[in-house]
């Protein structure tokens, strides 16, 4: 069974650095063709693609956020990675990692249960 | 880059079929079969319901179905139930390698 658990800090300050971990289970990210994505949704608002990691090390950012955002993964402990720096309120959201197992860019099959971020002073 | 452009809402009774449109460019939905549809439910995560245009993923309901024509998407959700009603988000590939997402459709059954 394929499962994935986002953790991380549910308040950040500010202009702090947020780093959220992906735990996974049931696949392994050195298998051809596995990839990790993280998405993150504000309250109310629309699904918004952050990055993504394939299991060939290759990494992809939202062209928006890419300057703030680093994907990394450990294939050891099953995780990955997300760093977004200079946190803003507007960065509030639930941040959801899901898997895609395919060649290139289908859709995401299997994805965690979230985990909500408030930015505040 | 914006997003990709959905209804708002769409509505059906019981029985009837509904369909949702999910409109792009070239640069995305137009230019790659990488157009997905996910469905989510009120505190949940999201769901994969259609991928690559209109493959099902195992589990998934037949009465699901999705296509493409140019630049718009559509997902089609036939003999409508009430355990449909949710929102329903389309994405797509780009030609910058990354995914874009459309504004999200509420479908309510009457």
């Known amino acids: 069974q394929v499962t994935l658990k986002e953790s991380g800090p549910a308040l950040v300050k500010p202009t702090q650095t947020l780093t959220l971990t992906c735990t996974f289970s049931?696949?392994?990210?050195?298998?051809?063709?596995?990839?990790v994505s993280w998405i993150r949704q504000p309250p109310g608002k629309a699904l918004e693609w952050l990055a993504r990691i394939d299991w060939d090390d290759d990494k992809f950012y939202s062209t928006s956020l890419k300057t703030r955002l680093t994907i990394s993964k450990d294939t050891s402990k099953n995780q990955v990675v997300l760093t977004m720096t200079n946190m803003d309120p507007v960065d509030t959201a639930t941040y959801y990692c899901?898997?895609?197992?395919?060649?290139?860019?289908?859709?995401?099959?299997?994805w965690g249960q979230g985990t909500t971020v408030t930015v505040s002073s | 880059q914006s997003a990709l452009t959905q209804p708002a809402s769409v509505s059906g009774s019981p029985g009837q079929s509904i369909t949702i449109s999910c409109t792009g460019t070239?640069?995305?939905?137009?230019?790659?079969?990488?157009v997905s549809w996910y469905q989510q439910h009120p505190g949940k995560a999201p769901k994969l319901m259609i991928y690559?245009?209109?493959n099902r993923p195992s589990g998934v309901s037949n009465r699901f179905s999705g296509s493409k024509s140019g630049n718009t998407a559509s997902l089609t959700i036939s003999g409508l139930q009430a355990e449909d009603e949710a929102d329903y988000y389309c994405?797509?590939?780009?030609?910058?390698?990354?995914?874009?997402f459309g504004g999200g459709t509420k479908v309510t059954v009457l």
């Open positions: 049931g696949f392994s990210l050195s298998t051809s063709g596995m990839r």
């Open positions: 070239s640069s995305d939905v137009g230019g790659y079969n990488y």
């Open positions: 899901a898997r895609t197992y395919s060649s290139g860019w289908s859709g995401m099959d299997v």
């Open positions: 690559e245009v209109s």
């Open positions: 994405s797509s590939y780009t030609s910058s390698s990354t995914v874009i």
